[in-house]
């Protein structure tokens, strides 16, 4: 049995809300296609209704339903994974691993009582869990880790004070949830096994032998290609080959790494949605924000007057890059 992984994530560029990156690991006969595999489930180029998407978050979050697909998309997959859907906010993150004290020291996120799912029909997404985790099982395809990890804006500033770079600070964020998965597939295979993990490159960053060589050191590291739109290792580790490629639009080349996008924005959204609820409570008339750079100044702007009498602290709500 071989494997293929994906990481992405969602949230880089804002100045509200937390950077989400997300992981998702399969394993499967040599060639399997997971898009192939859940064609009567799954799509890929454009909605079709009763089936969810996996492709780029920004192309399944488009429209006035946008949301809702994402949300079945994350959802189905999970209950695919675990056999349930998360019950609320907090539950998923708690199911995530996800550092709750360190979060909740944001004071919009201290309740996360936020009912999942928000938009998607319940029934809906277990019937469809049920029918994706059905042809995986017939095509001899295992769902083995969907791993997402929330940095919020208080990390991410420390993250930034600690290494001075935009670029770096991302990578500590990225390498979490890529240790992961290196870490943890190999053991799952007998000896001679191999994959592939394939990662969406953010920013111009070419080379990233030394970070994958601190992620395993027991591996050796060859360079197979270090070009602007793609990256790619082969890590040689006492059970097995891993490929690692961090690529431009990576979520278009690999099945995981298109679902990972869409799990990490569907947790982004959730967590700037209880950002967005909590400011609401106590600011009449405030109008909600995605967090980008233009409406992110705009809800600052709007929030100015508030923020003391709040008693929010700023390193909490606003990137400093």
Excluded at 55 to 77: M, Y
């Amino acid at each position: 049995m071989n494997f293929l992984a994906g990481v992405d994530e969602a949230g880089l560029g804002p100045i509200l809300g937390p950077l989400v990156v997300a992981g998702v690991a399969l394993s499967g006969p040599e060639g399997t296609d997971p898009w192939r595999v859940l064609a009567g489930h799954v799509s890929r180029h454009k909605h079709v209704r009763g089936r969810v998407r996996v492709a780029d978050s920004k192309k399944v979050n488009q429209g006035p339903h946008g949301f809702r697909r994402l949300e079945e998309t994350a959802l189905a997959f999970w209950a695919a994974l675990r056999g349930e859907l998360p019950p609320t906010l907090g539950g998923w993150l708690q199911q995530l691993g996800a550092d709750l004290p360190l979060l909740q020291r944001c004071p919009w996120y201290a309740d996360l009582s936020l009912p999942l799912p928000r938009e998607a029909d319940a029934g809906w997404l277990l019937l469809h869990a049920e029918l994706i985790g059905r042809a995986l099982r017939q095509a001899s395809v295992s769902l083995l880790d969907v791993a997402i990890r929330p940095v919020d804006v208080e990390e991410w500033n420390g993250l930034i004070a600690d290494t001075d770079n935009k670029s770096r600070a991302h990578f500590h964020a990225y390498a979490e949830v890529i240790g992961r998965i290196l870490l943890a597939l190999p053991a799952k295979f007998e000896a001679g096994a191999h994959g592939h993990l394939v990662a969406d490159r953010a920013g111009g960053r070419v080379h990233y032998a030394r970070d994958l060589q601190r992620l395993r050191p027991d591996a050796r590291i060859e360079i197979l290609q270090e070009e602007p739109a793609v990256s790619s290792y082969r890590l040689h580790t006492a059970a097995g080959r891993v490929q690692v490629t961090f690529a431009e639009k990576g979520e278009d080349r690999a099945f995981p790494t298109a679902l990972a996008s869409c799990c990490a924005k569907y947790l982004r959204e959730l967590m700037v949605e209880a950002l967005n609820r909590w400011f609401a409570a106590r600011v009449p008339g405030l109008q909600p924000t995605a967090g980008y750079w233009v409406d992110g100044q705009r809800f600052l702007g709007d929030l100015e007057p508030h923020l003391d009498a709040l008693g929010v602290a700023r390193h909490r709500l606003v990137r400093v890059r």
